[in-house]
């Protein structure tokens, strides 16, 4: 007779942590997993933000990699967006939810 505790208990999928767009540095690449409502201090409205970024691209899905920070407090930043390039404040960023792609080794120096 088995025992409740001898079965297995079933196995869940772990979901790698969202890390947002805005705290990313040169080389951060993923998948954006959703966007979220947060106003940015000195920005626009919340939803107008998000509509902005939606018109831009930045969908569920899509592929994004930071390019490039600016010299100064590493903003703006250049975002390749699937095919495209943007531009975009880390302030418009943070609502920009992304699951990380898996960190790989890089070459031995």
Do not use: K, N, Y
């Amino acid at each position: 007779m088995r025992r409740l505790a001898d079965i297995d208990p079933p196995h869940e999928t772990a979901l790698e942590p969202l890390a947002s767009l805005a705290d990313g540095r040169r080389g951060f690449s993923g998948v954006i997993a959703e966007l979220q409502d947060r106003p940015a201090a000195g920005g626009l409205a919340a939803g107008e933000l998000e509509r902005r970024l939606l018109e831009m691209g930045f969908v569920e899905g899509a592929r994004v990699e930071i390019l490039h920070e600016g010299f100064i407090g590493r903003d703006p930043i250049c975002v390749r967006l699937d095919d495209m390039r943007v531009a975009l404040r880390r302030r418009d960023a943070r609502g920009v939810l992304v699951r990380p792609d898996p960190v790989r080794p890089g070459p031995a120096r």
